[in-house]
């Protein structure tokens, strides 16, 4: 069955410190995308990122980057100079492939997430 | 600028007594989808639609169920709140093409509160 586990319950920072925080997944599918998304204390989730199975090349957008390693199922996420306004929780997910009525659509699994604080 | 809109955005209601959470969008998306986050907790889907076509997920409790009118709203009825089911619930939408490989719009959620 798909998991994901996000093992640091929380974080805390004092701002401009580099923050990485861990994602680790299980799925018996070969194509499936992957997520991040940042849940700030208003409530909603905001998308970040989507990496498909097949793309291992990392990504910078910013002070953001966004480490896959199929070979150890691995999503890392890296805040570079973290401020104070990147405390939020944020969410690793996995999407995969499903169907119903004939339509397909994607499955999110979360993980737990990890509760980012970035301190003055 | 075009979002999902959740009211209200907090409720609160008495043990057994239904409750109807609404939703809307104006992204003009295909699917929608709602989810219940407990305190501390991953969201967790409960259903979508694609269009008008309804979608269960196999555990979520028959006390829930919902309603899309049109393409625009949908609705999340709990028929007997229970005081496990207080949560904050969140309504997604997506673009019908692409499958698991569009990324989620989320309105800001409803906390439920049960009495």
């Known amino acids: 069955a798909q998991k994901v586990t996000q093992a640091q319950t929380e974080i805390s920072v004092v701002e401009k410190e580099d923050v990485t925080l861990d994602c680790v997944y299980e799925t018996r599918d070969t194509t499936y995308y992957l997520f991040w998304y940042k849940q700030p204390p208003s409530g909603e989730l905001v998308f970040l990122i989507r990496?498909?199975?097949?793309?291992?090349q990392n990504e910078i957008s910013g002070r953001y980057s966004w480490n896959f390693q199929k070979s150890t199922s691995s999503f890392n996420f890296t805040i570079t100079a973290s401020q104070v306004v990147d405390s939020a929780v944020y969410f690793c997910?996995?999407?995969?492939?499903?169907?119903?009525?004939?339509?397909?659509?994607?499955?999110?699994?979360f993980g737990q997430g990890t509760i980012l604080t970035v301190h003055p | 600028d075009a979002m999902v809109i959740q009211n209200p955005r907090y409720q609160v209601t008495q043990f057994g007594k239904p409750v109807t959470l609404s939703c809307s969008q104006t992204l003009n998306h295909n699917v929608m989808y709602w989810y219940q986050q407990k305190s501390s907790q991953a969201p967790k889907l409960l259903f979508h639609y694609y269009d008008k076509d309804f979608n269960n997920e196999a555990d979520t409790p028959d006390n829930f169920q919902s309603r899309r009118p049109n393409t625009s709203f949908c609705f999340l009825d709990i028929r007997s709140p229970g005081l496990g089911d207080a949560a904050m619930y969140l309504c997604a939408t997506s673009r019908d093409k692409g499958g698991a490989y569009n990324e989620q719009f989320f309105g800001p959620g409803t906390r439920l509160t049960v009495l």
């Open positions: 990496r498909n199975s097949f793309d291992e």
């Open positions: 997910a996995l999407s995969e492939p499903r169907l119903a009525g004939g339509t397909s659509y994607g499955k999110l699994t």
